[in-house]
């Protein structure tokens, strides 16, 4: 948009082959609640197991001052199963890594 101001939107998919399926606590679900994940120990590695497939859509922008940026983005659940629905919201300030020359 200008030298200081930058603009970006994204769409994020992911497909995994494979994994365990976390079930649904829906009424009449072909995989009821806890689904695959039905030991201590998957529960305890659910996350890294978990076949997670969704779409997420979000934008956002960034500004550069002197000696830092600032930057926000917003990031929304569109579809997908045994995975987070929702949205996020993040901000932050990013300083350079600058090196000295002699």
Do not use: C
Not at 42 to 55: A, E, F, G, S, T
């Amino acid at each position: 948009m200008t030298r200081k101001l930058s603009t970006y939107g994204f769409v994020s998919w992911q497909h995994t082959h494979g994994g365990l399926s976390f079930g649904s606590t829906v009424a009449g679900a072909t995989l009821p609640f806890p689904g695959e994940v039905n030991t201590p120990e998957r529960l305890i590695q659910h996350d890294r197991m978990m076949r997670d497939n969704y779409w997420h859509v979000g934008g956002g922008a960034s500004y550069g001052f002197q000696h830092f940026d600032m930057f926000g983005s917003y990031t929304a659940y569109v579809a997908g199963t045994d995975t987070h629905a929702g949205r996020a919201i993040t901000a932050g300030i990013s300083f350079p890594f600058e090196l000295r020359h002699r």
